[in-house]
C-alpha cells in the first residue's frame, strides 16, 4: 500500500527560526506531492505541489520543498517561521493514474513569539 | 472561503440516531471526496466519487452511507453509529479524480457520538 511518513509529530520554535518538515513516501510509479496546511479551526488548505520539472517548489508564505527522488523525501522549508505559522502540516501523495490522495500523519508547528 | 461548504459544522449524536451530513461544491469539480479526520491519524479516504458514480469504497463500515445526487452535491448518512466514529468528517473536490489537481477542502463536520 502506498504510504506517506512524516517524521516530526509535533514541533516548537521561535520565531525566526528556520523550519524543515520531513516527508517521505513510498515508491509507486508516478505521484504527485502537496503539502496542506490547517491553520487553528480552519480548514486545510494548499500549501505546494510538485509534479514535474524543477524539483524546488515554491509555495504561498513563503514557503519551499524539494523533491529528491532517490530519497523519496519531498520536505518543507521555511527559512524564517512566524508566529502565524503555527498550524497542522500535512504532506500528501497522489497517484496520478489512481487519483487516490494518501496523507501522512501531519505535524503540529508551533510558533513562539 | 474555500468554495466547498459543509454542513452542519458540529454535530452531537446517539448511537441510535440517524443523520446526514452535507457537502456542496461551488467550483465546477467533477470529483468529490470524504476523509476522516481522527487525533494523531492520518487522514482516511473513505469514498470517493467521480461525476456521481462512486469510483472507490475503502472498506469503510455499511453504517456510513453514502450519496451523491449531482456533482455539486454529496451526502454521508450515518446510522447505529459508534463511538470511535466520532471524529472531523471533511470534504474535499477536484477537478478530476485522476490526473494531478490538488484537493479543495471544506471546514469538515466535527461528529461526537455519545
Known amino acids: 500500500a502506498q504510504s506517506v511518513s512524516q517524521h516530526n509529530h509535533h514541533v516548537i520554535l521561535s520565531e525566526a527560526a528556520s523550519l524543515e518538515l520531513g516527508c517521505n513516501y513510498s515508491y509507486g510509479g508516478t505521484v504527485n506531492l502537496f503539502w496542506y496546511v490547517q491553520y487553528p479551526g480552519q480548514h486545510l488548505q494548499l500549501l505546494l505541489k510538485?509534479?514535474?520539472?524543477?524539483?524546488l517548489v515554491k509555495g504561498i508564505k513563503g514557503f519551499e520543498a524539494e523533491f529528491i527522488k532517490s530519497k523519496f523525501s519531498f520536505n518543507l522549508r521555511k527559512p524564517s517561521v512566524q508566529w502565524s505559522d503555527t498550524a497542522e502540516y500535512f504532506c500528501a501523495r497522489r497517484d496520478t493514474n489512481a487519483g487516490k490522495s494518501t496523507f501522512g500523519d501531519g505535524t503540529t508547528l508551533t510558533v513562539k513569539p | 472561503e474555500t468554495g466547498v461548504t459543509q454542513t452542519p459544522r458540529h454535530l452531537v449524536m446517539g448511537m441510535t440516531n440517524k443523520k446526514s451530513l452535507k457537502c456542496e461544491q461551488h467550483?465546477?469539480?467533477?470529483?468529490m471526496y470524504w476523509y476522516k479526520q481522527s487525533a494523531k491519524k492520518p487522514l482516511e479516504l473513505m469514498f470517493v466519487y467521480s461525476l456521481e458514480e462512486r469510483v472507490e469504497n475503502n472498506s469503510v463500515p455499511s453504517r456510513f452511507s453514502p450519496e451523491c445526487p449531482n456533482s455539486s452535491h454529496l451526502f454521508l448518512h450515518l446510522h447505529t453509529l459508534q463511538p470511535e466514529d466520532s471524529a472531523l468528517y471533511l470534504c474535499?473536490?477536484?477537478?478530476?479524480?485522476?490526473?494531478?489537481?490538488?484537493?479543495?477542502f471544506g471546514d469538515g463536520t466535527r461528529l461526537s457520538i455519545l
Open positions: 467550483l465546477g469539480h467533477n470529483a
Open positions: 474535499a473536490s477536484s477537478q478530476v479524480v485522476r490526473g494531478n489537481q490538488p484537493q479543495h
Open positions: 510538485y509534479f514535474s520539472g524543477d524539483p
